[in-house]
């Protein structure tokens, strides 16, 4: 087992899990995206598909402990790494100055501490309905207890909640738009041939991410999709 | 030309609890300055009139001055070398400045150079590493043959990449985690592209990995500023090599109770 912790805390080993775990979020919100697009679709789309999730069972449970283990290891790592970063520059410059890092590049703690603080008030929000008790009990009183269209059109119909989620999606962009490339960079992915394409890539997915998230509270705040009755 | 600089001033050794000492940014006004002066020859200078009225002239490093050596190195303006691309403090000129300018001068700045003394830091961690695993350890005996063990071009252009790092520091100084992941990416990349290197490819990645967290470098976070500052243009593709061979090395690693038996039987 000490070869597995030497990597661990060898300073390669950590930028390892921050990429595999970047990796597997970021498949998750894909995956979380094109779920939720269907909302697009009415309420017997979307309310189908949540009930289908829920039924799951058990399975639904090891994914979500599964997710919850990577984002923790995301989160801790991402921490360490970043205290022994600021530790390893005792002084700083007078004069400070960026040659070529972007601006993502150089706010992804930033950027990531506000995801940590945006995933607690979503899952406080729609999952635990802890923030807005009404919106969760549009979902437990309609469609078999499944209506989640009922309660995120609730939600977005606020104009408060629809502008913050739409705002964390520019973080999220910010975010992915340097984590993508920065991971295949992490694990040995650089080419000439390929390294300008992935650089692309990543603010491509980066945008299309944040876009598709954030037209769903513009949909309903704009009254694309019709609040449920 | 007319500068106005401001320059760090430490009297004494930085240690691991006061790193900055009495360090502090002092201001000197330099005229007549010519525009065909190396950057280092504008501080000789400054340091000639220093010495007149009985001043501490400004200590730095330096020694070729031809952009070889690896020994000169300050940040200037907050970026390590200066504002040309491709280029050493010593082959700095003048004229890369307008008259006028107002220039912030530092050293080094990274847990794992300590300042010696003003411009100066100790670079004996780079050293460390090196000492490590950035060799190849066979006894070579009498020079063989040039072409005796034929190496691809392409392979040899690789090597040669890496291989035109000067250990000047710069990459430690730019990143924003002063991390040396280039520095210790061109040693694996010089290396790894040659049929005597890759003989030890898996302990030297162990290794200098090893080395390289000890001395108490941050960690790469993939912004490239080291690329950016590298005075011999060693590209980041260095670093991702470098991951690709520490992952590997670790996955191959054999128990220590199975190190050196030889084979079964």
Redesign the interface.
Same mark, same amino acid.
């Given at each position: 087992m000490?070869?597995l912790i030497?990597?661990w805390? /060898?300073?390669? @080993?950590?930028?390892?899990i921050m990429a595999i775990t970047g990796l597997l979020l970021f498949g998750f919100v894909v995956a979380h995206l094109l779920g939720n697009l269907q909302l697009l679709s009415g309420p017997d789309k979307i309310n189908a598909y949540a009930k289908m999730l829920h039924d799951l069972g058990p399975l639904l449970w090891v994914m979500r402990i599964g997710l919850l283990v990577v984002f923790v290891l995301h989160v801790a790592t991402g921490i360490r +790494?970043a205290r022994?970063?600021k530790?390893?520059?005792?002084?700083?410059?007078?004069?400070?100055?960026?040659?070529?890092?972007?601006f993502a /590049?150089?706010s992804?703690v930033l950027s990531g501490l506000s995801l940590l603080v945006f995933v607690v008030y979503h899952l406080l929000h729609f999952t635990l309905g802890v923030t807005n008790p009404g919106h969760s009990a549009l979902k437990a009183a309609g469609a078999g207890g499944h209506d989640v269209y009922a309660m995120v059109t609730a939600s977005f119909s606020v104009p408060a909640i629809a502008i913050a989620y739409m705002a964390f999606q520019a973080v999220l962009f910010l975010h992915l738009s340097?984590g993508v490339?920065?991971l295949a960079?992490? +694990? @040995? +992915?650089?080419?000439?041939r390929y390294s300008p394409m992935v650089r692309t890539l990543a603010y491509l997915l980066a945008a299309a991410i944040a876009g598709g998230n954030a037209f769903l509270p513009f949909a309903v705040l704009s009254g694309i999709v019709k609040v449920a009755s | 030309m007319k500068v106005t600089l401001h320059i760090w001033r430490q009297s004494r050794q930085s240690t691991k609890g006061d790193f900055a000492q009495d360090g502090r940014m002092v201001r000197y006004e330099l005229d007549h300055v010519s525009a065909d002066m190396s950057f280092l020859e504008m501080l000789d200078v400054l340091n000639e009139q220093l010495i007149h009225k009985g001043e501490e002239p400004v200590a730095f490093d330096h020694d070729c001055r031809e952009g070889i050596c690896g020994s000169c190195g300050v940040v200037i303006d907050g970026v390590p070398h200066g504002p040309e691309r491709g280029t050493t403090t010593c082959q700095l000129h003048m004229r890369s400045f307008k008259d006028g300018a107002e220039i912030w001068v530092e050293p080094w700045r990274a847990a794992a150079f300590p300042v010696v003394r003003d411009l100066v830091v100790d670079r004996s961690s780079f050293d460390r590493v090196v000492q490590k695993g950035a060799f190849i350890s066979v006894g070579t005996g009498a020079p063989q043959d040039a072409n005796a063990i034929p190496v691809p071009k392409h392979d040899a252009d690789r090597a040669f990449d890496a291989a035109t790092c000067i250990g000047c520091g710069a990459c430690v100084a730019a990143c924003k985690n002063a991390s040396a992941m280039l520095f210790v990416g061109a040693k694996v990349s010089h290396f790894m592209h040659l049929p005597q290197g890759r003989v030890e490819r898996e302990q030297r990645a162990r290794d200098l990995v090893a080395a390289m967290d000890r001395e108490g470098f941050g960690n790469c976070t993939n912004q490239y500023e080291c690329e950016a500052a590298c005075p011999k243009e060693i590209p980041v593709r260095v670093i991702a090599e470098m991951n690709r061979e520490f992952v590997r090395a670790k996955a191959v690693e054999e128990p220590a109770s199975d190190k050196g038996t030889g084979g079964h039987g």
């Open positions: 000490n070869w030497d990597f805390r /060898s300073s390669i @080993g950590g930028k390892v +790494l022994a970063n530790a390893a520059r005792p002084v700083a410059y007078a004069k400070e100055a960026t040659i070529q890092a972007s /590049s150089r992804m340097h490339q920065s960079q992490t +694990l @040995g +992915l650089n080419h000439r | -």
